[in-house]
């Protein structure tokens, strides 16, 4: 649990610059190891990847539209 504080504590302090540096860093990474699998298994780590990829980018998304959105109101 002290890790994810550490993550919190780093994610309020970081700057947009520092987030794509960690999207870019994890692009890469995820990257380099898709090329690692073999190729009779790369329909599953496929499947495997967009199952994660969406439930990570929606919830991610949504609160970010609903962010905006609240700013919106709050600025009117």
């Not at 309020?12 to 960690?22: P, R």
């Not at 990570?56 to 970010?64: A, D, I, V």
Request: aromatic share 16%.
């Amino acid at each position: 649990m002290k890790l994810l504080k550490y993550a919190k504590y780093c994610a309020k302090h970081f700057s947009l610059l520092d987030f794509g540096f960690l999207k870019l860093c994890a692009g890469s990474a995820g990257f380099m190891l898709g090329l690692l699998v073999p190729k009779k298994s790369k329909t599953s780590a496929l499947a495997a990847a967009s199952v994660v990829f969406s439930f990570t980018l929606f919830p991610l998304m949504f609160k970010f539209i609903k962010t905006i959105i609240d700013q919106e109101r709050r600025f009117r």
